[in-house]
């Protein structure tokens, strides 16, 4: 790769469908609203926002050989993301995720990454074969990975040579698939972005706040932990320093992407030069835009 701003973006690039009321939504509700249907998956999004932020994003993903698949890569090629190294198999369809939303959050998602998850390790070919690492030359920069990979490649990865040196920064993409990531804890690279929910089920116990979870994060082994919790504080941990600080109030108008968003914006003000505390609220200030509704910069 040409600079030390690259970053390899590993997990879910899908359509996202998102549907959005502006009345309070409950269980068999039918409401008048938005549909609409744009490039989403937690790699994607990352991607998205390190692209806007002049990092220069590498997508390795399973993408379909379908309509949807070639919607998709040209999507990709309009954002100058580098798909060359992009897994298409002939046998899976693109991927989907479905979500609902009302001015309260998130009503319901459903994420079909099953052709991710089918794909598995051949994602990684160009990691291993020499392309872009290899165990013996394994890739020593950024790498952003979701945790859309099965439990069992994301162990894998834990232990692969070819990921040894990366700085590898890793997002559960869902609270239901935040426990994928334990075997990753001691990965003396690893940076996990976590909301309070997720921070808990991935150590299996309760917080009350962010930096209780961001310390016990790294106390577990993790290396750096940054820990969300909606409009209260959050946290950035170290093993040599905690920050805190409070996203911006702003009126929800989305909620799809946020975690994604923050995350981005987050890794790109590290690559940038900016460490604890402007970092983190480089990062919330990015999620707060972009939950507000305003235009991604």
Request: glycine fraction near 10%; proline fraction near 6%; hydrophobic fraction near 50%.
């Amino acid at each position: 790769m040409a600079h030390d701003l690259d970053i390899l973006c590993i997990g879910s690039v899908l359509w996202d469908v998102i549907g959005r009321t502006q009345g309070a939504m409950r269980l068999g509700a039918d409401m008048p609203g938005r549909i609409t249907r744009l490039p989403g998956g937690v790699a994607m999004n990352i991607a998205m926002g390190l692209a806007r932020r002049q990092l220069r994003p590498v997508l390795l993903t399973a993408i379909g050989l379908d309509a949807e698949g070639e919607d998709l890569l040209a999507a990709c090629a309009a954002l100058g993301l580098d798909t060359r190294h992009v897994h298409r198999a002939p046998d899976l369809p693109t991927d989907c995720y479905i979500a609902v939303e009302s001015p309260e959050g998130l009503v319901a998602a459903i994420a079909d990454a099953h052709s991710l998850e089918a794909a598995g390790a051949a994602i990684l070919a160009p990691l291993e074969d020499g392309t872009l690492g290899s165990a013996a030359a394994p890739w020593p920069g950024l790498i952003a990975l979701d945790g859309n990979l099965t439990g069992t490649l994301l162990a894998e990865i834990a232990t692969r040579p070819s990921f040894a040196a990366a700085d590898l920064r890793i997002a559960p993409a869902s609270p239901g698939k935040a426990e994928r990531l334990r075997p990753l804890i001691g990965h003396p690279g690893a940076t996990f972005y976590l909301n309070l929910e997720e921070a808990g089920l991935v150590l299996g116990a309760s917080f009350s706040t962010a930096p209780e979870a961001a310390a016990a994060l790294v106390a577990a082994g993790v290396a750096q932990a940054l820990v969300t919790d909606g409009n209260r504080a959050a946290a950035e941990c170290t093993p040599e320093h905690i920050v805190v600080a409070c996203p911006p109030s702003v009126v929800a108008t989305r909620v799809t992407g946020a975690g994604d968003t923050f995350m981005a914006a987050h890794i790109a003000a590290e690559a940038h030069g900016h460490r604890g505390q402007a970092a983190l609220e480089t990062a919330l200030a990015a999620a707060a835009a972009y939950v507000a509704g305003q235009d991604p910069t």
